[in-house]
């Protein structure tokens, strides 16, 4: 599968963005997809995961409550929406889908996007 992230931008802090990402291939739906995102000098960090199904969201506690991850597996299609957005939330945001295993928890992916830039500022 090949992942194209996009809809970063620069926001001021509590603003809202909704980050998008397109797959290709013909098995979307099987994937567990997820957003991680790195800032400077940082690791790259789990930010969200979506069941195949889209039914059962999973998120670190840094973004629980502010930010939404949904799918739409007609369209490919997988999104972030990051709401109340902090200074400390500015980084790269990657998506990620993997084909192997079912527990959201599990930060391992084997396919990645190219990140799209969230600059916060205060």
């Known amino acids: 599968v090949q992942l194209q992230a996009s809809g970063g931008g620069t926001v001021q802090a509590g603003g809202s963005l909704r980050l998008s990402c397109a797959a290709s291939g013909r098995t979307f739906s099987s994937y567990i997809m997820g957003w991680f995102r790195q800032a400077p000098g940082k690791e790259r960090e789990f930010v969200a995961a979506?069941?195949?199904?889209?039914?059962?969201?999973y998120y670190a506690d840094s973004v629980k409550g502010r930010f939404t991850i949904f799918r739409d597996n007609a369209r490919k299609m997988v999104y972030l929406q990051v709401s109340s957005l902090k200074p400390e939330d500015t980084a790269v945001y990657y998506c990620g889908a993997r084909d192997w295993g079912r527990i959201l928890t599990i930060t391992q992916y084997n396919y990645w996007g190219q990140g799209t830039q969230v600059t916060v500022s205060s």
């Open positions: 979506i069941s195949t199904s889209g039914a059962v969201p």
